[in-house]
Antibody, heavy 123, light 107 residues
Framework: EVQLVESGGDLVQPGGSLRLSCAAS????????MDWVRQAPGKGLEWVGR??????????DYAASVKGRFTVSRDDFWNSLSLQMNNLKTEDTAVYYC??????????????WGQGTLVTVSS | DIQMTQSPSSVSASVGDRVTITCRAS??????LAWYQQKPGKAPKLLIY???SLQSGVPSRFSGSGSGTHFTLTIHSLQPEDFATYFC?????????FGPGTKVDVK
């Protein structure tokens, strides 16, 4: 059974840093692209960033709203995905979801999601 | 960025009804569109990918169609477990963007 379990969400002051983790199990983690998607309270979904697999050089992409502040990384030995968030802003307050991306024809889609972890940025 | 819009923003329906949700992209995304279902307090669930391909395990009462800039999600006979919010998402190019959601609630 595929499982994605996020952790690390917390209350943090503006300008602060936080690191989220996602523990993956039930599938060959190293074979998959992985993404972070967030959802502000009562709002819609916003894609945050992606990390590709080793075959694609672990290349990353980010949303403009987080580029330069957030870093996605992975550890294929420990089947773990991370999101390092620096210089946090109040607008980063959201539930952060770890997602697995699967190839559907010629594009990737988010087929499994974790339960989410809440990040609150407030003074 | 590609902007995604959905209509209606909410729809009230009864069990057994056919429900159709529309999603539009601000530019041509070919068929690179997904539909997700989200229930309160839960993570989204992938229903449809590549505009019309049913994700494994998803009931066949869900179907998707469209290409270019206009897409639809149809629930052919609404079941009690289908009351939820539905989001479309374009997978054509970065940054991936989602529609604002359509809430399906009880009439």
């Amino acid at each position: 059974e595929v499982q994605l379990v996020e952790s690390g969400g917390d209350l943090v002051q503006p300008g602060g840093s936080l690191r989220l983790s996602c523990a993956a199990s039930g599938f060959t983690f190293s074979d998959h692209y992985m993404d972070w998607v967030r959802q502000a309270p009562g709002k819609g979904l916003e894609w945050v960033g992606r990390i590709r697999d080793k075959a694609n050089g672990y290349a990353t992409d980010y949303a403009a709203s987080v580029k330069g502040r957030f870093t996605v990384s992975r550890d294929d030995f420990w089947n773990s995905l991370s999101l390092q968030m620096n210089n946090l802003k109040t607008e980063d307050t959201a539930v952060y979801y770890c997602t697995r991306a699967i190839r559907g024809e010629h594009r990737f889609y988010f087929d499994f999601w974790g339960q989410g972890t809440l990040v609150t940025v407030s003074s | 960025d590609i902007q995604m819009t959905q209509s209606p923003s909410s729809v009230s329906a009864s069990v057994g009804d056919r429900v159709t949700i529309t999603c539009r992209a601000s530019q041509d995304i070919s068929g690179w569109l997904a539909w997700y279902q989200q229930k309160p307090g839960k993570a989204p669930k992938l229903l449809i990918y590549a505009a019309s391909s049913l994700q494994s395990g998803v009931p066949s009462r869900f179907s998707g169609s469209g290409s270019g800039t206009h897409f639809t999600l149809t629930i052919h006979s609404l079941q009690p477990e289908d009351f939820a919010t539905y989001f479309c998402q374009q997978a054509n190019s970065f940054p991936f963007t989602f529609g604002p959601g359509t809430k399906v609630d009880v009439k």
